[in-house]
């Protein structure tokens, strides 16, 4: 098997090959150390490495495999890539600023110890903007993270690392986290899955298990591998008081969708968006109609009320205050577009506020809520434009998608109204590629907490397309 094809196969693929002793856990992780060094230096994904101690685990896991028996940790010998915004033990977070570059954690955030206790061996760290604050994977400690499928774009963000190097076949799985899109947005810039769970599904760290908007959750290549990751993490936790304490059991096998109800809108009704990705979305659609869905287009009667009194309100009364606490300090250290946050976020009027994001919440949910309650998903894109450029500026006065001139930082992007209605489980999934050779995607929305009916249409449509990355014409010509 060549290294390639051994870099790109699912972690479900893999453990079947551990299991049968077909591969061993130290013959991919040197593969995937060999395809790093070779790659990464061209889109630069990787933060912290491990490569030596992952070695080390990665011989104990071979070893348990070889046992009689073998092993029944579920994902053992499975090299993860954590993004650098979730705590390690033991190990550096710089949520990536130059602020924490010595900032060492005594313990893991839940989403992480438990999927080291299942036996996943961290690799790497991947990048983030500073403070996850962006789409764009910018930051003075790690500098711009590149697209694989063209580097003059950037991976979204701002668990842009991540999707980065799953698509540059660095890591089988990766982690995320997702206020605003930073989940989904880099999925569908860089061609791979990632799901935000409802909040409270997976237990999260301080301070994010307390946000609402704010969830921790799977990137993988494959629908299976996201369901396996997130069934593992997902519970209630004695250190997250708002886990919840429902576990939901995924399919991870692709089954008839026939007769499922399928809502759809290329715009929530007032998104411009990007001629591809509406060609994009349409083909998605019409590979459901195929498989026998009734598919219906809805209007939600949303407006750009969503946007003038939605998360970025939001984000100014959360990550604004952070960001003006730490530069009173460490201005000297930070990014100019965390300064700008901070600028803003110190003009914005005052504790109201704060209130705004949640009744557009609650206006949205009123239409959205009886559509989802007819129809068994909602699908619509996940970014209105196939992505942006590696050095893209989020304040840009003159940024347009479809000839319009919208928010350089939101405005490109579906994701931050699904934060806003919180409960509601959204898996993105690949929908094709720009002429730019930038993917695009889809997002499949559930009933409040329903996140078994969204893996259900995720398969279905992941097994009618062929999947994703399964040859050599599929993946990026890195």
Known sequence: MRNDDICYMTATEALALFRRRKLSPVELVKALVARAEKVNP????????????????????????????????????????????????????????????????????????????????????????EFCLSGVTNSRIWGITRNPWNTDWGPGGSSGGSGAALAAGLAPLATGTDIGGSIRIPAAACGVVGFKPPHGRNPDGPPANFDRFNHCGPMTRSVADAALMQTITAGPHPRDHDSLRQKVTLPREARSVRGMKIAYSVDLGYVPVDDEVRANTLAAIEVFRGLGA?????????????????????NLMHFGRQTIWLMKDNADLMTDYALKFADIARKATGA??????????????????????????FICPTNNAPGVKADHDPYDPDF????????????????????????CPVLSVPSGHASTQVPTGIQIVGRTFDDARVFKAALAYEQAVGGWYTDKSRRPAL
């Not at 992952?54 to 993004?83: N, T, Y």
């Not at 954690?105 to 438990?114: A, N, Q, T």
């Not at 009734?294 to 939001?314: I, P």
């Open 352 to 377: 109201d506020d704060v209130h705004k994001p949640w009744a557009q919440a609650h206006l949205m949910y009123q239409t959205l809520g009886p559509v989802l309650e007819r129809h068994d998903v």
């Open 294 to 314: 009734r598919v219906e287009e809805v209007d939600l009667g949303w407006t750009g009320a969503v946007e003038q009194n939605g998360l970025h309100w939001y």
């Open 42 to 129: 061209a889109i630069n994904c990787l933060a912290d490495r491990y490569f030596d101690d992952a070695l080390v685990q990665a011989r104990a896991a071979e070893a348990r495999h070889m046992r009689r028996g073998g092993s029944d940790l579920p994902l053992d010998g499975i090299p993860l890539a954590v993004k650098d915004a979730q705590r390690v033990a033991g190990r550096r977070t710089t949520h990536g600023s130059l602020i924490f570059k010595d900032s060492v954690d005594d313990h893991s955030d839940p989403m992480i110890e438990r999927l080291q206790q299942a036996g996943a061996i961290i690799l790497a760290r991947t990048t983030t903007p």
């Open 400 to 423: 347009k998608v479809a000839g319009k001139t919208v928010d350089a930082e939101y405005g490109w992007v579906m994701t931050h109204q699904f934060n806003m209605l919180h409960n």
